[in-house]
């Protein structure tokens, strides 16, 4: 961004993904699944890219621990409380979208 800094830059960006994430656990009737066939990117996927970054900086930080981060519980309990069976249509698109 022209005229910011570096570091103002990494603080907007951190209250952008705290954004993201605190939206995404409000709506936790949004499927894992509908995500990746809209956007191609989930839950899952913060999850693991807040792990690469933290294993880019030599921190030790489980997968289980950057799930909890993004699901704001144990992935589960996240699971079994909010996850339901993929219907056919939504399995169909993620098929379908996976062969691209």
């Known amino acids: 961004m022209p005229g910011v800094d ?4 990494t603080e ?3 209250a952008v993904f705290r954004r993201l994430v ?13 995500l990746m066939n809209l ?24 997968k289980e621990q950057s799930r909890e981060a993004v699901y704001g519980m144990p992935y589960e309990e996240w ?3 909010f996850q ?3 219907t056919p249509d939504q399995q169909a698109a993620f098929d379908a979208r996976s062969k691209h």
């Open 6 to 9: 570096a570091a103002t830059v």
């Open 12 to 14: 907007l960006e951190a």
């Open 22 to 34: 605190r939206h995404l656990r409000d709506r936790p009737d949004v499927q894992n699944i509908d």
């Open 39 to 62: 956007a191609n990117f989930c839950r899952n996927c913060l999850s693991n890219w807040m792990k690469d970054a933290a294993d880019a900086r030599g921190l030790d930080v489980t």
């Open 79 to 81: 699971k079994a409380r």
């Open 84 to 86: 339901s069976e993929a």
